[in-house]
């Protein structure tokens, strides 16, 4: 019985020995995957830093512009509280409301703040007067946070003459909404699922199709034929490019005709430039495929490494302008945040080339990166 009893108990030990020899193994194969290490510690971190930064509903350092045509004591001193305030950036000092216009396409500012000449004499003698609010309703959402600081500006001053008067004096807000009067969500929406689903798209079926040549061990089929390499790759992202078009002309037209977005800028002009964008997802489509062996990797790295950075950094679901530094320099590097830009201000806000030749040449400068190091990857790639 003795015998029995030490021989289960030597089988219990022996089992208990392999048991912790196994979990001392996966340890060790933990420590010394850094990538696994870097997904268990470093994604946490990271997503938590870049969620509680950037997702916020509160707008500071909104630029605008100020057009005082009064030059009284009174303008003078809400321009000050203006000026003083976190929420916004003084960018100039207008001398015609007819330059308000050209500010806002060029989407230089959120707000424009407009006192008549005869403000000062109407507090005085009406004990009432108006200052017009001018916001960027492309952003309903964006407008109407800024309507309520500026708003909260003017009751402010209004208590404090009130308080040293007999009789209270009222200043009116009178305010309009630029581009989108009635506020629909769907003229912000609109131009951030273009950016949204033509980047993911693109850039997932270049890299998948590539990388299934392959995995499927065609591709080196492909190579040994007359054709030269790189005219290959390139006939490979052709069909994407057409396919992609046909997707924003589907888009742009339930836009117009169930979401009642209008266009109004140059028709041409939206294609040239979502042509330049969706060439710019490909090419980076086609580097992700030289990084990538198999469907799988490219598709996660594609779709799911991209997608939260688009979302973020695009700026029509969290004004870019309300992050950290740091992290409105990594949202520079987002092609999507650059075609967003146009896309609002040539569809909804009508503006031409002059307004968004910046973004363009951006767009170009990306796209020959991408093409230059895809590319040279992939020759190094066919040499070695």
């Known amino acids: 019985m003795r015998k029995k009893l030490k021989i289960k108990g030597a089988i219990a030990a022996n089992r208990n020995t392999q048991f912790l020899a196994f979990v001392r193994k996966e340890f060790r194969h933990m420590f010394r995957d850094r990538k696994t290490l870097l997904i268990l510690f470093g994604l946490p971190v990271v997503q938590i830093l870049l969620f509680g930064f950037a997702l916020t509903n509160e707008i500071k350092d909104s630029r605008i512009v100020i057009c005082d045509y009064a030059k009284d004591e009174a303008s003078r001193r809400i321009i000050e509280r203006f000026a003083a305030n976190n929420h916004f950036v003084v960018e100039e000092s207008l001398k015609s409301h007819l330059q308000i216009e050209d500010a806002f396409q060029e989407g230089r500012i ?40 500026a708003t909260n500006i003017l009751m402010d001053y209004q208590k404090e003459l009130s308080m040293d008067s007999p009789l209270p004096y ?3 807000s009178e305010m309009r909404m630029l581009y989108n009067p009635q506020l629909k969500g769907a003229v912000n929406f609109v131009p951030g699922v273009m950016s949204l689903i033509l ?7 270049t890299s998948v199709s590539i990388v299934r040549e392959k995995e499927y061990g065609t591709m080196e089929v492909l190579l040994v034929s007359p054709v030269n390499p790189l005219l290959l790759i390139l006939s490979k992202a052709v069909p994407y490019l057409f396919l992609s078009l046909v997707n924003l002309t589907v888009i742009v037209v339930l836009s117009v005709t169930l979401l009642e977005v209008p266009v109004n800028g140059s028709l041409i002009l939206l294609f040239l430039e979502s042509t330049l964008f969706i060439i710019t997802a490909l090419s980076l489509g086609l580097l992700i495929s030289n990084l990538v062996k198999t469907q799988q990797a490219a598709i996660l790295f594609s779709l799911i490494g991209l997608m939260v950075p688009t979302i973020l950094f695009t700026g029509f679901m969290f004004p870019i302008e309300n992050m950290p530094v740091v992290l409105q320099w990594f949202a520079n590097v987002i092609p999507s945040r650059w075609y967003y830009v146009i896309i609002k201000s040539v569809m909804i806000k009508g503006a031409g080339i002059q307004a968004v030749w910046k973004e363009t040449v951006v767009l170009l400068l990306m796209t020959g990166f991408l093409l230059f190091i895809s590319f040279r990857n992939f020759k190094t790639r066919l040499e070695a």
């Open 110 to 149: 959120k707000l424009a703040v407009i006192f008549p000449a005869n403000f000062l004499s109407d507090l005085h003698h009406l004990h009432q007067a108006q200052v017009q609010l001018i916001a960027d309703a492309s952003d309903p959402n964006t407008a109407n946070i800024l309507k309520g600081y």
């Open 170 to 172: 009222q200043i009116g």
């Open 199 to 205: 980047m993911l798209i693109c850039v997932m079926m």
